[in-house]
Protein backbone atom coordinates (compact mmCIF):
# COMPACT_ATOMS: atom_id res chain seq x y z
CA UNK A 1 0.00 0.00 0.00
CA UNK A 2 2.93 2.55 0.86
CA UNK A 3 4.33 1.55 -2.12
CA UNK A 4 1.40 2.58 -4.12
CA UNK A 5 1.06 5.72 -2.19
CA UNK A 6 4.49 6.96 -3.16
CA UNK A 7 3.73 6.03 -6.86
CA UNK A 8 0.71 8.72 -6.94
CA UNK A 9 3.09 10.73 -5.11
CA UNK A 10 5.22 10.66 -7.99
CA UNK A 11 2.70 11.05 -10.50
CA UNK A 12 1.95 14.34 -9.09
CA UNK A 13 5.73 15.36 -9.06
CA UNK A 14 5.68 14.54 -12.56
CA UNK A 15 2.81 16.32 -13.47
CA UNK A 16 3.82 19.75 -11.62
CA UNK A 17 7.85 19.39 -12.75
CA UNK A 18 6.23 19.27 -16.26
CA UNK A 19 4.03 22.29 -16.04
CA UNK A 20 6.57 24.03 -14.44
CA UNK A 21 9.08 23.20 -17.56
CA UNK A 22 6.47 24.26 -19.96
CA UNK A 23 5.62 27.54 -18.17
CA UNK A 24 8.24 29.66 -19.72
CA UNK A 25 9.47 31.27 -16.61
CA UNK A 26 11.97 33.86 -16.33
CA UNK A 27 13.70 31.49 -13.17
CA UNK A 28 14.15 28.49 -15.76
CA UNK A 29 16.70 30.67 -17.71
CA UNK A 30 18.68 31.40 -14.87
CA UNK A 31 19.50 27.62 -14.13
CA UNK A 32 22.82 26.20 -15.10
CA UNK A 33 23.62 25.10 -18.48
CA UNK A 34 23.60 21.70 -18.06
CA UNK A 35 20.11 21.80 -17.01
CA UNK A 36 18.57 22.81 -20.39
CA UNK A 37 20.88 19.47 -22.08
CA UNK A 38 17.99 17.65 -23.29
CA UNK A 39 15.56 20.59 -23.19
CA UNK A 40 15.38 20.08 -19.16
CA UNK A 41 14.80 16.03 -19.82
CA UNK A 42 17.40 15.62 -17.27
CA UNK A 43 15.67 16.88 -14.72
CA UNK A 44 12.78 14.68 -15.39
CA UNK A 45 15.53 11.80 -15.18
CA UNK A 46 16.31 12.95 -11.71
CA UNK A 47 12.66 13.06 -10.55
CA UNK A 48 12.17 9.47 -11.47
CA UNK A 49 15.30 8.60 -9.90
CA UNK A 50 13.96 9.89 -6.84
CA UNK A 51 11.16 8.00 -7.16
CA UNK A 52 12.46 5.20 -8.30
CA UNK A 53 14.79 5.63 -4.66
CA UNK A 54 12.00 5.74 -2.85
CA UNK A 55 9.53 3.06 -4.37
CA UNK A 56 12.87 0.79 -3.85
CA UNK A 57 13.35 1.81 -0.24
CA UNK A 58 9.98 1.42 0.89
CA UNK A 59 9.30 -1.75 -0.79
CA UNK A 60 12.00 -2.72 1.08
CA UNK A 61 11.14 -2.10 4.72
CA UNK A 62 11.94 1.09 5.18
CA UNK A 63 7.78 3.05 5.72
CA UNK A 64 9.44 5.81 7.37
CA UNK A 65 10.31 7.00 3.67
CA UNK A 66 7.14 7.88 2.91
CA UNK A 67 6.86 10.47 4.94
CA UNK A 68 10.09 11.52 3.67
CA UNK A 69 8.76 11.75 0.04
CA UNK A 70 5.13 13.39 1.52
CA UNK A 71 7.73 16.51 2.47
CA UNK A 72 9.67 16.28 -0.52
CA UNK A 73 5.99 16.02 -2.56
CA UNK A 74 4.67 18.88 -0.10
CA UNK A 75 7.50 21.22 -1.37
CA UNK A 76 6.93 20.38 -4.89
CA UNK A 77 3.63 21.68 -4.61
CA UNK A 78 4.36 24.92 -2.84
CA UNK A 79 6.89 25.97 -5.60
CA UNK A 80 5.47 24.78 -8.73
CA UNK A 81 2.18 26.50 -6.91
CA UNK A 82 4.72 29.79 -6.33
CA UNK A 83 6.51 29.74 -9.76
CA UNK A 84 3.04 28.92 -12.13
CA UNK A 85 1.19 31.58 -10.29
CA UNK A 86 3.43 34.13 -10.74
CA UNK A 87 4.47 34.70 -7.04
CA UNK A 88 8.34 33.93 -7.50
Do not use: C, D
Request: glycine fraction near 12%; charge should be positive.
Amino acid sequence: MAVIFVFLMGIGNFAMHKAVLESGHPLLGRMPWFVHMLGGRITLVTEFLVLLAAMLLVGNGWPAIVWAYLGYTALNIASAWLILTGRV
